[in-house]
């Protein structure tokens, strides 16, 4: 899952963004308004956590553009003011929450992760499934039939994408967007060596085969050739 983070407190985007990769999220982070539009304007989010005092320009009208150019990506609204009038300002302008600074990881993630569920094509989000495979993304386990397959930090991430775009081609940069940020210096083939280690784990062992190549294009998973 792929996050934006605008926040202009250095310290504050920097253990956030740290935080958040922990839990296995891909995150941008970035601190003012019109770097905000430059990186959503250019990536797939899952969601977007904006603060409203921004120099440059400020969240709401951030979140107006946003919603102009006909963008549907949740937005979480992050302020130090928790005055009635400011969140009716906020969720006028097309914000899917607000939370109040100073908050809780616990609370931000909790708020993330009832975002996404929200989206209309993650009705079920919290549990991804195709055939036998199942991804419960709040536990962070995945299984197939009745084998718990472990997977790496990456793997899990590359799993999830594919499990929500099930019988949907992607292409390997369509893939990278996804789970790495704009700071990742990778080679051509990187996606190609993920896909490797987690067709071991989720394919080798059993007669059905999920993951498949589209020659020239990149990735499907599928139930069935």
Known sequence: MRLLLVEDEPELRD???????????????????????DYAYAAEYDAIILDIMLPEMDGL??????????????VLLLTARDSIEDRVKGLDAGADDYLVKPFSFAELTARIRALTRRKPADINSDNLKLADLDMDLNARVVRRGDKIIILTQREFALLEVLLRNKEIVLTRERIEQQIYDFGFEGGSNVIDVYIRYLRKKIDQDFDLKLIHTVRGTGYVLRAGD
Do not use: F, H, M, N
């Open 61 to 74: 009208e951030v979140l107006k553009r946003l919603r102009q150019e006909g963008s549907s990506v949740p």
């Open 15 to 37: 253990i956030t963004v740290r935080r958040l990769r922990s839990e296995g999220y891909t995150i941008d982070g970035c601190g003012d308004g019109l770097s905000a539009l």
